[in-house]
């Protein structure tokens, strides 16, 4: 997506990499810190959770969770947030057959808001999220708005006048 990536060759300390990484931030607006994926709550990773938090003091603690998981994601919502109290979380895969259970799941063992969504595999497939929308997709109603919205970013005003025209 053409955004620097820091690394330091060698190192196998995520806490050390993260040190260093805010050592040389001072030249950005905004530093992403992404940890290792869990689908599974370990006692080890998340005490290496605690600690990357601890060196970083972020602004936004974003849980990203398969939405394919399902109610699992209330569990490993549970943990994450008693590890590193979260500020919202991310839910990808909703291209696929998930409808969006995972949503209810997250707001309401955390309270915190589901802030995106993945749609696909491209950085233009991360939306914002939109509870009247995933609750219609979740009660099998489809998302029209979205539907709309994609067809439109796909054809333009004067296209879709043509296209009226030769109907």
Known sequence: IGIPVFSIENSTSPVEICRAALEQGDRYDAILVDTAGRQVVDDGLMTELRAV?????????LLVLDAMTGQDAARLCVAFNEAAPLTGAVLTKLDGDARGGAALSV???SGVPVKFVGVGERLADLEP??????????????????????AQKVVSDREAADQMTRL
């Not at 938090?53 to 603690?61: H, Q, S």
């Open 107 to 109: 707001r309401a063992v």
């Open 129 to 150: 999220f939109y509870p009247t929308r995933m609750a219609s997709r979740i009660l099998g109603m489809g998302d029209v708005v979205t539907l709309v919205e994609k």
């Open 53 to 61: 938090r601890a060196a970083v003091k972020p602004d936004e603690t």
